[in-house]
């Protein structure tokens, strides 16, 4: 354990200090930012790296960014149970996320597959009842019931657009699927694990999972105009290490069910950021969709009246 003076203005879980009262919002806030940014990015560093390829350079960067983090910060070794989960969160969230995310937005707008991937709050809140053993209120059925016909209609409206459109439908759909499960298999490391360690290694076996698209990566490398690699790096420093790193020390302060549903107001920015820089907008039948998406999602979110008497 290091000596020194930390300078992080995130303290770590266990560490002895203080949480203060704005942190865990700004932490949030920031994730959110962040990721609402990663969709306006990879679409527009789509067309020159392949979603492998992607995926492998932002892990690869996100790595060595989380990398230089934890140096002279606390190091918990990790038991056998514990590495298990690390090894689901990592290929889950860090690899399978990346690529199938990446994938999708090959075919997508930005703004339609922020709307698909994140119902996965619903999932969310639905899996870590069942896992988590997190309480499963009656509104977070009906809001997943509300939240899957929206699918239904995104799925609709890009279908009009030809097969390809379909494939990125279900890419997103799987991206939020195994979102998902990288959330409860990260969840039970953070009660023990340093928040920063956790992400550092769930990022390191995510890019040695993404390594098989090495060779794609190196050759595309070589021909991809600089912007496109300023946003692979981008990508790596900021939706992957600052906003997962944020993203679990917010995890670790609140149930996950409860945090993964302030997700919902990723697609919005998304969409605003995607009309802003390529002056894309989701169709009609696709922004319904969305909509009721974003509808389940709030009302996942209501409590039930407590009878009295």
């Not at 919002?25 to 990663?38: E, F, N, R």
């Not at 690529?99 to 090959?106: I, M, R, T």
């Not at 794609?216 to 997962?244: H, I, K, M, R």
């Not at 605003?272 to 894309?280: C, T």
Request: net charge positive.
């Amino acid at each position: 354990m290091s000596t020194g003076t930390r300078t992080s203005p995130i303290p770590e879980a266990g560490s002895g200090a203080p949480t203060r009262a704005w942190a865990v919002p700004l932490a949030i806030g920031v994730t959110l930012l962040a990721w609402a940014s990663a969709f306006v990015v990879i679409r527009g560093v789509g067309t020159a790296l392949s979603p492998g390829a992607l995926a492998l350079a932002r892990l690869l960067v996100g790595t060595l960014a989380l990398g230089l983090f934890t140096i002279g910060r606390r190091w918990v070794a990790p038991t056998g149970q514990e590495w298990l989960l690390l090894a689901g969160f990592g290929v889950l969230w860090f690899g399978c996320y990346n690529v199938a995310l990446n994938f999708a937005e090959l075919t997508l707008d930005a703004g339609t597959t922020s709307m698909v991937v994140n119902i996965s709050p619903i999932l969310l809140a639905l899996s870590a009842a069942l896992v988590l053993k997190e309480p499963l209120r009656r509104w977070i059925v009906i809001g997943a019931g509300v939240s899957f016909a929206g699918v239904l209609l995104i799925g609709a409206a890009s279908g009009a657009h030809g097969l390809d459109s379909t494939f990125g439908v279900l890419a997103a759909l799987l991206a939020a699927v195994v979102y998902t499960g990288g959330v409860l298999c990260q969840k039970p490391l953070l009660g023990r694990l340093p928040a920063l360690q956790v992400t550092f290694l769930g990022a390191a076996i995510g890019a040695v999972a993404c390594l098989p698209f090495a060779p794609a990566l190196v050759q595309e490398a070589q021909v991809a105009p600089p912007p496109a690699l300023l946003g692979a790096l981008y990508l790596g420093l900021v939706p992957t290490a600052l906003g997962f790193t944020l993203w679990a020390y917010a995890l670790q302060r609140m149930p996950a069910g409860r945090l993964g549903v302030t997700t919902y107001l990723v697609p919005p920015i998304a969409i605003v950021m995607a009309l802003i820089a390529f002056g894309e907008v989701p169709g009609l039948l696709a922004i319904v969709g969305g909509i009721l998406c974003l509808v389940g999602v709030a009302l996942s979110r209501r409590r039930s009246r407590m009878r009295v008497g």
